[in-house]
Nanobody
Framework: QVQLVESGGGLVQAGGSLRLSCAASGRTFRNYAMAWFRQAPGKEREFVAAINWSRDSIYYKDSVKGRFTISRDNAKNTVYLQMNSLQAEDTAVYHC???????????????WGQGIQVTVSS
């Protein structure tokens, strides 16, 4: 089992920045690909970013490229999502996820955090 806990969300004005963190406990963190997904009210969950265990492969949703950066610190068992130039459309509950397979589909991730709210005011 892997337990994931997100932090760092909140309310920010458009154009501002937030840094989300996801702390993992349980099985060896470095064995897992990590990803961020988000779900806005009335919408389906969507992929945001993913990073493999060795940090040499990263995927981003097109609309966040150049604004968001995913990173991980395997020594701290933590994955991060730095979000800059935030827009109202980024408002959602953000979830981190862990899985043994690296990709952009939520079905491949076995472990999920509870989620954290990010609200961007325009």
């Amino acid at each position: 089992q892997v337990q994931l806990v997100e932090s760092g969300g909140g309310l920010v004005q458009a154009g501002g920045s937030l840094r989300l963190s996801c702390a993992a406990s349980g099985r060896t963190f470095r064995n897992y690909a990590m990803a961020w997904f988000r779900q806005a009210p009335g919408k389906e969950r969507e992929f945001v970013a993913a990073i493999n265990w060795s940090r040499d492969s990263i995927y981003y949703k097109d609309s966040v490229k150049g604004r968001f950066t995913i990173s991980r610190d395997n020594a701290k068992n933590t994955v991060y999502l730095q979000m800059n130039s935030l827009q109202a459309e980024d408002t959602a509950v953000y979830h981190c996820a862990a899985g043994v397979v690296f990709g952009t589909y939520p079905e491949i991730y076995a472990y999920w955090g509870q989620g954290i709210q990010v609200t961007v005011s325009s």
